[in-house]
């Protein structure tokens, strides 16, 4: 009997914790198991899991006191994905095992009653926190090994149950290096198309617009007239996502668990919740260490809220703080989970309660309507970059009879912009416009008062915020980089006050 170490991950949100698990089997004493460093209800049940899955994998379980420590012992640990780990360091402290493979091995996996390896969510964020501390090699599930193969520098093992693990671990088996081919990755269905929206010009183009510079987008309108379809079509304008991106999107799939087969993901999430959701729902939650929401789920890719006046004050203006800074921290009683939230918001919304398809048929009072849109709450619309109005239509045929766009021709241009935005912030690190702080856009790359006069104006009236005139400046730049200029004119600048104007919501 022996004292013996096997490794594991605690997740907090998106960044990982190496946890040392230790596994003193003392000689003599009264049979008995415990497990210290702070588990939660899932783990201390594990050591019942664990105890069967080696029984049934023919193995012996000691007879004597078996004690377990997970380090470091201030932090909580939580899940089902110790088990593997906790169920080597038994083996390995009874001597039923050599430890010289567990040695900067990292394992994860819930092991069932008759030792099958099930998965866990959260695998790529893990094996990510592993790497970045010198683990060489893990051990996972057998259907999170297309998932954990997504992480380089870091050796990824799959098993199946705990009897391929014992064979490995005394080289007399191997573990599977390949995942099976039934877990390769289906293609994506194709994306809604903009030429399925008839009109809606001015719309189109604030959609053209906010793809190309990242910026969030309100429209408002009677029911039937597109705002959904365009909102849907976003996605589509959007480019495809970077190497480091992918990686960020995929590691908070994980962790909900929405990553079947384990692929890459590579195309901008699309996430549009019911409006009865809560604000758990929508900025992330839960007891214990909290979990994300829609807003991390829609972290570089598209959040939409439809019919957003319906959702209330309380929880659209919890978007505030994600909107601003990017990502969300959820303080809870186990400790504080961060998850990113750069997404794009658009919110669609009926101009009124009755919402008619002619405002002449509007049976609602003024005050009933400014209540209404008054959910939407001054600082929340401050964030808003474009605010667009649709209209109802008056014709089923394509106006002049020429084709509305197609997403193709319209995600050209946007591809050209954002390659025009992507070279000149390059020294920066910046990939749009919407990234750029206001304090560089005032002052690196301050324009001519000439240009700005009309948002002084605006300023010096009231009419917009420090904030908004900001946002003004990179709505400009975006404007400026779908035309092909260098520099914004005022006419870009005046397009984009514009967009801001009050009376569009």
């Known amino acids: 009997m022996a004292l013996r170490r096997t490794w594991a991950v605690a997740l907090f949100g998106v960044d990982g914790v190496v946890v040392e698990i230790e596994a003193d089997v003392r000689k003599g004493g009264l049979p008995s198991v415990q497990l210290l460093g702070l588990p939660d209800t899932a783990l201390q049940e594990s050591k019942n899991r664990v105890r069967a899955a080696i029984v049934n994998c023919k193995e012996e379980w000691p007879a004597s006191c078996v004690t377990l420590a997970l380090s470091p012992a ?13 169920a080597c360091a038994v083996l390995a402290g009874s001597e039923q095992v050599p430890p010289h493979r567990l040695d900067r091995t990292v394992l994860f996996g819930e092991l069932a009653l008759d030792g099958r390896i099930r998965p ?6 893990a094996l990510l926190a592993a790497r970045q501390v010198g683990m060489v090699r893990a051990i996972v599930p057998h259907s999170g090994l297309a998932e954990g ?71 408002v309108g009677p029911p039937g007239t597109g705002k959904t379809m365009l909102a849907r079509r976003l996605c589509g304008l959007l480019p495809d996502l ?12 994980s962790i909900t668990g929405e990553l079947p087969g384990g692929a890459l993901v590579t195309s901008p999430p699309f996430v549009a919740p019911h409006h009865s959701l809560s604000v758990s729902a929508l900025i992330g939650g839960g007891s214990g260490l909290a979990k994300p929401g829609a807003v991390s789920r829609a972290h570089r890719g598209v959040l939409l809220l439809d019919e957003a006046c319906e959702l209330g004050p309380k ?64 600082p929340l619309l401050d964030r808003v970059d474009l605010r667009v109005s649709t209209r109802p239509l008056v014709a089923m045929a394509a106006e002049n009879g020429v084709p509305p766009e197609s997403s193709e021709v319209v995600r050209k241009r946007v591809e050209d912009a954002r390659a ?18 206001g304090p560089v856009l005032r002052r690196e790359f301050a324009l001519p ?22 946002r003004c400046l990179r709505v400009a730049w975006t404007l400026a980089d779908l035309e092909g200029r260098s520099t914004p004119e005022a006419d870009h600048v005046g397009a984009a006050l514009e967009f801001r104007d009050r009376r569009a919501a």
Not at 74 to 86: C, E, F, N, R, V
Not at 454 to 460: A, K, T
Request: glycine content about 8%; some cysteine.
């Open 120 to 125: 866990v969510r959260g695998l790529l964020p």
């Open 242 to 253: 970077t190497a480091q991106e992918a990686l960020e999107v995929t590691a908070i799939h």
């Open 74 to 86: 201030a932090i909580p640990k939580a899940g089902t994905s110790y088990d593997l780990a906790l």
């Open 420 to 437: 025009a935005a992507r070279e000149r912030w390059s020294e920066h690190g910046w990939q749009s416009n919407t990234e750029v702080p």
């Open 449 to 470: 008062q000439r240009t700005t006069a009309l948002l002084d104006r605006g300023l010096e009236a009231g009419a917009i915020t420090a904030r908004g005139a900001d």
């Open 315 to 378: 929880r659209l203006d919890a978007l505030r703080t994600a909107l601003e800074e990017n990502e969300v921290r959820l303080a809870r009683r186990d400790g504080t989970a961060r998850y990113p939230a750069r997404f794009q918001l658009v919110l669609a919304t009926n101009p009124c309660p009755c919402a008619p398809a002619r405002d002449v048929d509007c049976q609602c009072s003024p005050n009933v309507r400014r209540r209404y849109l008054g959910k939407l709450s001054g």
């Open 149 to 219: 193969q997504l992480v380089d520098g870091i050796e990824v093992l799959g098993a199946g149950n705990l009897r391929e693990v014992v064979a490995w671990l005394r080289e007399t088996g191997e573990l599977a290096h390949e995942p099976p081919p039934s877990e390769a990755a289906e293609p994506a269905d194709d994306l809604p198309d903009l030429a399925d929206v008839i009109g809606q010009p001015e719309a189109r183009w604030a959609l053209e617009v906010a793809a190309a510079g990242g910026h969030h987008l309100l429209m």
